[in-house]
């Protein structure tokens, strides 16, 4: 299974950026997709999550307000759209997914298909 991430960038303080994440071979019908980042030096964290077929969010206490995550059925394709970007904000932004319908997974070892990562940073 194959997903790619996409969007990441450099951006001021309160600035916004859209992270993609598609898939080569997987329908994500009965899936939970999931965003995490990882710091240098720090774990990898939950950042927001969806479950694709009933659309149920979930977001870490730190992006509430500020990020939003969103699915387009048609292009098989997750969102994370990010604004009022902090530089704390600033890691590598992973995609995953994990065939579970029903609840969005936030531990990272729950999930079985990584992206490769996009970089965000945030300049203060």
């Known amino acids: 299974v194959q997903l790619q991430a996409s969007g990441g960038g450099g951006v001021q303080a309160g600035g916004s950026l859209r992270l993609s994440c598609a898939s080569s071979g997987l329908v994500f019908t009965k899936y939970t997709l999931g965003w995490f980042r990882q710091a240098p030096g720090r774990e990898r964290e939950f950042v927001a999550g969806?479950?694709?077929?009933?659309?149920?969010?979930q977001y870490a206490d730190s992006v509430k307000g500020r990020f939003t995550i969103s699915k387009d059925n048609a292009k098989n394709t997750v969102y994370l759209q990010m604004n009022s970007l902090k530089p704390e904000d600033t890691a590598v932004y992973y995609c995953a997914a994990e065939r579970t319908p029903f609840s969005v997974l936030t531990t990272p070892t729950r999930y079985a298909s990584w992206g490769q990562g996009t970089q965000v940073t945030v300049s203060s």
């Open positions: 969806i479950t694709w077929s009933t659309g149920i969010t």
